[in-house]
């Protein structure tokens, strides 16, 4: 249990910082949906 949370730590890393920038800027999701309009 301790090698798969070693090795899944730099993938929740990566999730979370997506994550929060999702959160915290907004533009970055609805730039495709702009690009529709």
Do not use: C, G, H, S
């Not at 997506?18 to 959160?23: E, G, R, V, Y």
Request: hydrophobic share 65%; no cysteine.
């Amino acid at each position: 249990m301790e090698r798969i949370t070693k090795l899944i730590w730099p993938f929740m890393l990566i999730l979370i910082v997506d994550l929060m920038l999702i959160t915290y800027i907004p533009q970055i999701v609805m730039f495709l949906p702009n690009l529709m309009k």
